[in-house]
T-cell receptor, first 111, second 116 residues
Framework: DAKTTQPPSMDCAEGRAANLPCNHSTISGNEYVYWYRQIHSQGPQYIIHGLKNNETNEMASLIITEDRKSSTLILPHATLRDTAVYYCIVISNFGNEKLTFGTGTRLTIIP | NAGVTQTPKFQVLKTGQSMTLQCAQDMNHNSMYWYRQDPGMGLRLIYYSASEGTTDKGEVPNGYNVSRLNKREFSLRLESAAPSQTSVYFC???????????????FGPGTRLTVL
């Protein structure tokens, strides 16, 4: 069973905030939400992760709902270089869990 | 730091040929991974190595073997290549800082393999 559900594609105007949703209704208490992205033909790149509190780093912000069943990745000022496939992954932070990539959301930034 | 490096970048094989994909990381990471990505699909785990001297199967191990040569290097071998193994192969590594090691994996640039 898929652990996360994401829309297959989204568009966002350059300079605007890109908000990428992810549903993870079966998340368990010790599982974190991770976001990666893959720019065309490159290896995936880690963006951010969180457990239950909102998180922010130099790349993005992560908003997790209080019930932890969904989250939103926010790219505050999208640029053309943010065009990529974005993957939301739910995984325990302990031990040596393996990342499971779904098909993600293809985000296109429009000039 | 070069991060994660992979060789070769491109390879074309004929059915039945063998080859080894090389991966090396200079971040002193304990864990290393091999994934494949077919066109339009997400990544699927082939094999992983939690630490030097150990390897385990992932989601799609059939047709592949791996060797964790040392802490830096993790190679993937195709003994008898098949057209179904045409894919892009990514190597990744991760630090393991005790129990709460986190899952920030660092990926290489990939090897594009075509099997005719």
């Amino acid at each position: 069973d898929a652990k996360t559900t994401q829309p297959p594609s989204m568009d966002c105007a350059e300079g605007r905030a890109a908000n990428l949703p992810c549903n993870h209704s079966t998340i368990s208490g010790n599982e974190y939400v991770y976001w990666y992205r893959q720019i065309h033909s490159q290896g995936p790149q880690y963006i951010i992760h969180g457990l239950k509190n909102n998180e922010t780093n130099e790349m993005a912000s992560l908003i997790i709902t209080e019930d932890r069943k969904s989250s939103t990745l926010i790219l505050p000022h999208a640029t053309l270089r943010d065009t990529a496939v974005y993957y939301c992954i739910v995984i325990s932070n302990f031990g040596n869990e393996k990342l499971t990539f779904g098909t993600g959301t293809r985000l296109t930034i429009i000039p | 730091n070069a991060g994660v490096t992979q060789t070769p970048k491109f390879q074309v094989l004929k059915t039945g040929q063998s080859m080894t994909l090389q991966c090396a990381q200079d971040m002193n990471h304990n864990s290393m991974y091999w994934y494949r990505q077919d066109p339009g699909m997400g990544l699927r785990l082939i094999y992983y190595s939690a630490s030097e001297g150990t390897t385990d199967k992932g989601e799609v191990p059939n047709g592949y073997n791996v060797s964790r040569l040392n802490k830096r290097e993790f190679s993937l071998r195709l003994e008898s290549a098949a057209p179904s193994q045409t894919s892009v192969y990514f190597c990744a590594s991760k630090s393991w800082a005790g129990l709460a090691g986190g899952n920030e994996q660092f990926f290489g640039p990939g090897t594009r393999l075509t099997v005719l």
